[in-house]
T-cell receptor, first 115, second 115 residues
Framework: DTAVSQTPKYLVTQMGNDKSIKCEQN?????MYWYKQDSKKFLKIMFS???????INETVPNRFSPKSPDKAHLNLHINSLELGDSAVYFC??????????????FGSGTRLTVV | AQTVTQSQPEMSVQEAETVTLSCTYDTSESDYYLFWYKQPPSRQMILVIRQEAYKQQNATENRFSVNFQKAAKSFSLKISDSQLGDAAMYFCAYRSTSGTYKYIFGTGTRLKVLA
C-alpha cells in the first residue's frame, strides 16, 4: 500500500496548457506539502495545508493553486504552463499535531515537462 | 531565516569504505530537528536519519550515523561499509519545532560508490 501517492508520475504538456497533479495520503497525517525540485535538484517548499487550512504559501506565481478537499488529499493545479515550470513536484505529508520529531513521508514525485 | 549548506556537490567512496557528508546550518532557534534524506535515481525521497537538537547523543541507524555539533551548527552523515545501493543524492534538512514545520533543504551531495 502506497503511503503517499501522486498522479501522474510523468506529465508532458505544451506551453499555455492547464494541468493538475493529484496527491493522496493514507497515513492519517494532518499536514500535506508541495515541494518543487528544480533541474539542479534544489528542493523548495511551495504550499502546505494543515487540516485543509493553507498554512504555507511561499512566493509562487498565482498560476499555481493548491486545493485540499480533505486532509488526505492535496492537489496542485497549474494554469498557463511555462517552460520554467518544468521540474519534479513532490507531495509530502506529516503528523504535525503529534508534536516533536516527525519527518515527512514523500510521494514518488511528478516529473513535469513543458514543451 | 534558517539556511542549510552542503559544501560538497559530489563525493566518491570505495565499496566497503566509510564516507562522511558535511552539512552546516544557520539558525537562531535552540530547538529544532535535522534530517538526512536519500534520493536514489528512482527519485523517491527516503528518510535516512533524524536528530533532535535537544539530544546530545548522536543518532545512529545501522550503517548510518551522524556527528551533531550544536555549537558549531554542524550535522555530518557518516556511512560505514558503503554499498553500491548507497549511491544517491543526499539532502540535509532543517525543521523548526514551531510555526509551519516546513523543511529547509541543503543543495544536496551526490554520492558515488565505486566497486
Amino acid at each position: 500500500d502506497t503511503a503517499v501517492s501522486q498522479t501522474p508520475k510523468y506529465l508532458v504538456t505544451q506551453m499555455g496548457n492547464d494541468k493538475s497533479i493529484k496527491c493522496e495520503q493514507n497515513l492519517g497525517h494532518d499536514t500535506m506539502y508541495w515541494y518543487k525540485q528544480d533541474s539542479k535538484k534544489f528542493l523548495k517548499i511551495m504550499f502546505s495545508y494543515n487540516n485543509k487550512e493553507l498554512i504555507i504559501n511561499e512566493t509562487v506565481p498565482n498560476r499555481f493553486s493548491p486545493k485540499s478537499p480533505d486532509k488526505a488529499h492535496l492537489n496542485l493545479h497549474i494554469n498557463s504552463l511555462e517552460l520554467g515550470d518544468s521540474a519534479v513536484y513532490f507531495c509530502a505529508s506529516s503528523q504535525v499535531s503529534a508534536g516533536r520529531g516527525y519527518g515527512y513521508t514523500f510521494g514518488s514525485g511528478t516529473r513535469l515537462t513543458v514543451v | 531565516a534558517q539556511t542549510v549548506t552542503q559544501s560538497q556537490p559530489e563525493m566518491s567512496v570505495q565499496e566497503a569504505e566509510t564516507v562522511t557528508l558535511s552539512c552546516t546550518y544557520d539558525t537562531s532557534e535552540s530547538d529544532y530537528y535535522l534530517f538526512w534524506y536519500k534520493q536514489p535515481p528512482s527519485r523517491q525521497m527516503i528518510l535516512v536519519i533524524r536528530q533532535e537538537a535537544y539530544k546530545q547523543q548522536n543518532a545512529t541507524e545501522n550503517r548510518f550515523s551522524v556527528n551533531f555539533q550544536k555549537a558549531a551548527k554542524s550535522f555530518s552523515l557518516k556511512i560505514s561499509d558503503s554499498q553500491l545501493g548507497d549511491a544517491a543524492m543526499y539532502f540535509c534538512a532543517y525543521r523548526s519545532t514551531s510555526g509551519t514545520y516546513k523543511y529547509i533543504f541543503g543543495t544536496g551531495t551526490r554520492l558515488k560508490v565505486l566497486a
